[in-house]
């Protein structure tokens, strides 16, 4: 199983439309910072959320991609405590980033900076795909890539993704869920995402990130309701169970108490022969 966090910074493609000739000196460097600072920032929150839950064989997440202005992070997981833990180590980046970002633009504000407007923070969406059952891993040149019905899906979890919404898919929400990671968990209502349960729909879930108390406020008076853990877990289940988006429940090799294999899953595991997923994540 491979926990997958992706973070880009919104408002980019506009930022960069509205310099004029001459100052694009200006958004390359706010994509550098973001490019450099964010993985620090990242790094940062998880050494010290690691030292307090005590963790010390936890994988740490690990860049696996650069597309543009997005970075895509990824970790084999085998136990509830580590997803829980780097679900936590990315959120509070994505909060603690984004405060940095509000403080600049504050100062460039005062200051009276032509570009003292632009929105460059950040958001993020994060799932699970396991491998190499359902989803298959291949190689690239020098790299290995990642490929099936669940990389689609991860990928188009961005577009549900804001500041403040960390945006997660069902698989990872009942995950989370399950093992009672205590985040405040919303659902939206079902939405569409293109090629994803057509017809049916798709689970609109995220976790609240970090925000300004007015933002608190806002929530109170348009709704949001917050689930707990059980009910998060519950109504992912159902959804998995009666319309197999992504198959089956996502199971951990060390968790078999909470999380169990597939009765079908060893038959479909023969057709990798001598590939397990921790050779070919390993290599």
Same mark, same amino acid.
């Given at each position: 199983?491979?926990?997958?966090?992706s973070?880009?910074?919104?408002?980019?493609?506009?930022?960069?439309?509205?310099?004029?000739?001459?100052?694009?000196?200006?958004?390359?460097?706010?994509?550098?910072?973001?490019?450099?600072?964010?993985?620090?920032?990242?790094?940062?929150?998880?050494?010290?959320?690691?030292?307090?839950?005590?963790?010390?064989?936890?994988?740490?997440?690990?860049?696996?991609?650069?597309?543009?202005?997005?970075?895509?992070?990824?970790?084999?997981?085998?136990?509830?405590?580590?997803?829980?833990?780097?679900?936590?180590?990315?959120r509070?980046?994505?909060?603690?980033?984004?405060?940095?970002?509000?403080?600049?633009?504050?100062?460039?504000?005062?200051?009276r900076?032509?570009?003292?407007?632009?929105?460059?923070?950040? $958001? %993020?969406? +994060?799932w699970?795909? #396991?491998? /190499?059952?359902?989803?298959?891993? *291949?190689?690239?040149? @020098?790299?290995?890539?990642?490929?099936?019905?669940?990389?689609?899906?991860?990928?188009?979890?961005?577009?549900?993704?804001?500041?403040?919404?960390?945006?997660?898919?069902?698989?990872?929400?009942?995950?989370?869920?399950?093992?009672?990671?205590?985040?405040?968990?919303?659902?939206?209502g079902?939405?569409?995402? $293109? %090629?994803v +349960?057509?017809?049916? #729909?798709? /689970?609109?879930?995220?976790?609240? *990130?970090?925000?300004? @108390?007015?933002?608190?406020?806002?929530?109170?008076?348009?709704?949001?309701?917050?689930?707990?853990?059980?009910?998060?877990?519950?109504?992912?289940?159902?959804?998995?169970?009666?319309?197999?988006?992504?198959?089956?429940?996502?199971?951990?090799?060390?968790?078999?108490?909470?999380?169990?294999?597939?009765?079908?899953?060893?038959?479909?595991?023969?057709?990798?022969?001598?590939?397990?997923?921790?050779?070919?994540?390993?290599?």
């Amino acid at each position: 199983m491979v926990l997958f966090q992706s973070v880009d910074l919104e408002g980019s493609t506009g930022y960069k439309q509205r310099l004029a000739d001459g100052q694009n000196q200006k958004w390359r460097q706010a994509i550098t910072d973001f490019l450099e600072e964010f993985p620090q920032c990242y790094r940062s929150n998880y050494a010290s959320l690691q030292r307090k839950k005590k963790l010390p064989q936890c994988p740490q997440a690990v860049l696996w991609k650069v597309l543009g202005d997005e970075l895509v992070f990824k970790a084999e997981v085998t136990r509830g405590a580590e997803v829980s833990l780097l679900t936590t180590a990315f959120r509070e980046a994505l909060g603690e980033y984004n405060s940095k970002i509000d403080e600049l633009q504050r100062e460039r504000r005062d200051q009276r900076s032509p570009d003292g407007g632009a929105q460059l923070r950040v $958001k %993020g969406s +994060s799932w699970t795909a #396991g491998f /190499p059952v359902t989803n298959a891993v *291949i190689h690239t040149g @020098t790299v290995f890539d990642y490929i099936g019905p669940s990389m689609d899906m991860g990928f188009r979890l961005g577009a549900l993704a804001t500041p403040q919404r960390l945006a997660i898919s069902v698989e990872l929400a009942w995950l989370l869920g399950t093992f009672d990671a205590k985040f405040p968990f919303h659902f939206a209502g079902r939405t569409t995402i $293109k %090629g994803v +349960s057509e017809g049916v #729909g798709y /689970p609109y879930l995220w976790i609240e *990130i970090p925000s300004s @108390t007015y933002y608190e406020r806002e929530l109170d008076l348009v709704g949001g309701q917050r689930l707990r853990p059980h009910v998060i877990a519950d109504l992912c289940y159902h959804f998995i169970k009666e319309h197999g988006v992504p198959g089956y429940l996502p199971f951990l090799i060390s968790e078999s108490e909470k999380t169990a294999k597939p009765s079908d899953y060893n038959t479909r595991l023969k057709k990798h022969p001598g590939r397990s997923p921790a050779r070919l994540l390993s290599r």
